[in-house]
């Protein structure tokens, strides 16, 4: 049986002073998963890195139950690798793995980018348009922020796939970007890359804005091979 939490009952809940997040009695599990979420994604749990669980079950107030379901919710998604009597790490990308997720990326958001040029509203169309506006502002010199840019690339992507409206895409999509992130941020460090990716940005939205659907997949395929040059 799961030992009871640090907080009493009712109390407020408790939060992770890195992400402004807080731990609440309800699902517990998964508020302790999306914490850790977000500090693989921050690189505060760096890929490979071993996982102390009794470490941070002690920082949380909480018992390693609810902390170990958390663990098999990040292994599902392939963030953690769960080793046999050693425990859990954050999970290593190699290169084979990189290159088989942004395969299945561009085959998927480009189908979805096709979809949208030929059955996209004109207001879902100018929304995509909007958040191309905060992407070049993102990206201007002087400006550039890596973290700023790829928040806006990411949003820009989900709200294309949204407007496609394929709920089993939208699932894999959500699967594989997790698992891109945990080397995305260095790809858009290498010099000259956020320039490049605007730039393609810019090739995807003409494409969808002239509702050619064929130009639309054929740009956002481009986009992500070179998406997997960079991060190679």
Known sequence: MDAPLTMPPM?????????????SPRAL??????????RIFKREL??????DELKIAEEYG????????????????????MKVRRGAYVTEVSARDLSDVYHLLSLLESDAAGVVAKKATDAELAELVTLHGE????AKPGKANADAFFAINERFHMRLLEIANNRWRDQMVADLRKVMKLNRHNSLLKTG????????????????????????????REHFANGLEAAA
């Open 11 to 23: 109390a407020a809940p408790t939060s992770d002073s890195r992400t402004g997040l807080s731990l």
């Open 29 to 38: 599990y998964e508020e302790v998963a999306e914490l850790l979420r977000h």
């Open 46 to 51: 760096e890929p490979g890195s071993w996982i």
């Open 62 to 81: 909480i018992s390693r139950t609810p902390l170990r379901e958390a663990l098999k919710v990040l292994a599902a998604e392939g963030l953690v690798t």
């Open 135 to 138: 992407l070049e502002e993102a």
């Open 193 to 220: 890359r956020i320039d490049e990716s605007l730039q393609e940005h810019r090739a995807i939205l003409a494409a969808l804005t002239a509702r050619d659907a064929c130009a639309t997949v054929k740009s956002m």
